[in-house]
């Protein structure tokens, strides 16, 4: 089946720095999703992204689809304690839109 | 709560025991989603719905069972045949199965007493 690597699995960021992670894909994928998870809660759709070379900003997140479509990044600028979380990819690829989830980046910002 | 509603948000499963976990959106969105997540892992596809009356099984479907007789409602049954049940499932929703799962509930927690 489609394999999915995320990385990197955790960061240990100061406040205001920019925080990037990427996702890459054994096959070509269609969508790429980006969520965050906070502790005992469901994540939360940050971004989607269903073409290639798409670049799409959600306030200080900015996620791009890789133009080989096998790739998706996620920058978060000037970090704030809240960002603390999990982040996830997601990406699906052929009709059955059957989506594959990373292992999620857990990122911590210190104050 | 994203227009989802799970619940209850813990529960525990004695041995031989079916347990039900709920699922409610208020949306009216078509397609509905069962995920398992396990410490340190991505989330794992347990069954998904487009349509009333119609479900399809994901990657770890075993042990495990839906119905989708109203729009609004995905409940997940895990039976006694799933033997390692103990983790965080987790319901979402989205208008289509194209765009993929875009709320999420707030998950329930379900261990073995």
């Known amino acids: 089946g489609q394999q999915l690597n995320q990385s990197p699995q955790s960061m240990f960021i100061q406040e205001g720095e920019d925080v990037s992670m990427n996702c890459t894909s054994s096959?070509?994928?269609?969508?790429w999703l980006w969520y965050k998870q906070e502790p005992g809660e469901g994540p939360v759709l940050l971004i989607a992204?269903?073409?290639?070379?798409e670049l799409t900003s959600n306030g200080r997140l900015t996620a791009q689809f890789g133009i080989t479509r096998k790739d998706s990044f996620l920058n978060i600028s000037a970090s704030i304690p809240s960002d603390v979380g999990i982040y996830f990819c997601?990406?699906?690829?052929?009709?059955?839109?059957?989506?594959?989830f990373g292992k999620g980046t857990l990122l911590t910002v210190n104050p | 709560d994203g227009g989802i509603t799970q619940s209850p948000k813990y529960l525990f499963r004695k041995e031989g025991q079916n347990v039900t976990l709920s699922c409610e959106q208020n949306?009216?969105?078509?397609?509905m989603y069962w995920y398992r997540q396990d410490p340190g892992q991505g989330l794992r596809l347990i069954y998904y719905?487009?349509?009333?009356?119609?479900?399809q099984k994901g990657d770890i479907a075993e042990g495990y069972s839906v119905s989708r007789e109203k729009k609004e409602s995905f409940p997940l049954t895990v039976t006694s045949a799933q033997k390692n049940p103990t983790a965080f499932y987790l319901c979402?929703?989205?208008?289509?199965?194209?765009?993929?799962?875009?709320?999420f509930g707030d998950g329930t927690r379900l261990s073995i007493l």
């Open positions: 997601a990406g699906s690829g052929g009709s059955n839109y059957k989506l594959t």
């Open positions: 096959s070509i994928f269609n969508t």
């Open positions: 992204l269903y073409k290639a070379g």
């Open positions: 949306l009216n969105h078509d397609a």
């Open positions: 719905s487009q349509i009333v009356n119609d479900f």
């Open positions: 979402a929703r989205s208008i289509d199965r194209s765009r993929g799962p875009q709320h």
